[in-house]
């Protein structure tokens, strides 16, 4: 009997490979370019699933989240990344980031008439389409040039990382 006991208390002390890997996640966090470029594609795959089906509940679905996390991202880039890449980038990095909010700012309108209306409504598979593209050219921008440019300079990646991480789940969470 004693013996079970003694077994039983050396178990809680071993950690499942599941287990040692989310630990270590959690204690290693992604750096922002990581987290913004896994953002990315994500909502890509959102964008090519919604193209590819016919069914309207789940359209409506797909579009829904393509709402909610372009949103969630464009806000942690503006409160966050984007800040800290204009303290730390040069004349050419404030350009592309001015550019990039301003790309936000049309997204954002589109996200808008999106959310106001339903599948099937004129304009509404239109509009989704239109954004993918939007986001696609930025995309393309960022992880192109301003990524890159981002990588190379004095930016604390990883602490934006943890920022971006945590902002990011309060807002996915409203």
């Known amino acids: 009997m004693a013996t079970a006991k003694a077994s039983s208390k050396a178990k809680p002390k ?6 040692r890997k989310a630990s270590s996640a959690a204690a ?6 990581k987290l913004l470029k896994d953002d990315h594609k994500e909502v890509k795959a959102w964008f090519d699933a919604f193209d590819k089906t016919d069914d309207d509940a789940k359209k409506q679905d797909l579009a829904n989240k393509i709402c909610k996390a372009l949103t969630v991202h464009a806000q942690i880039e503006e ?3 984007y800040p800290a890449a204009y303290d730390a980038l ?3 990095g404030d350009d592309l980031l001015d550019e990039a909010e301003v ?3 049309s997204a954002k309108d589109l ?3 999106i959310e106001a209306s339903k599948v099937g409504e004129p304009l509404f ?3 989704v389409t239109v954004l993918g593209e939007y986001i696609a050219h930025h995309v393309e921008e960022e992880e192109g040039e301003l990524f890159p440019e981002c990588r190379d300079s004095s930016m604390d990646l990883k602490g934006l990382g943890t920022q971006l991480a945590a902002r990011k789940a309060e807002l996915m969470a409203m």
């Open 90 to 92: 040069d004349k050419d």
């Open 28 to 33: 290693k966090p992604a750096d922002a370019i």
């Open 103 to 105: 790309e936000h700012a």
């Open 125 to 127: 598979d239109a509009k």
């Open 111 to 113: 996200i808008s008439q």
């Open 79 to 81: 409160e966050i990344f």
């Open 14 to 19: 071993t950690k499942s490979r599941a287990t």
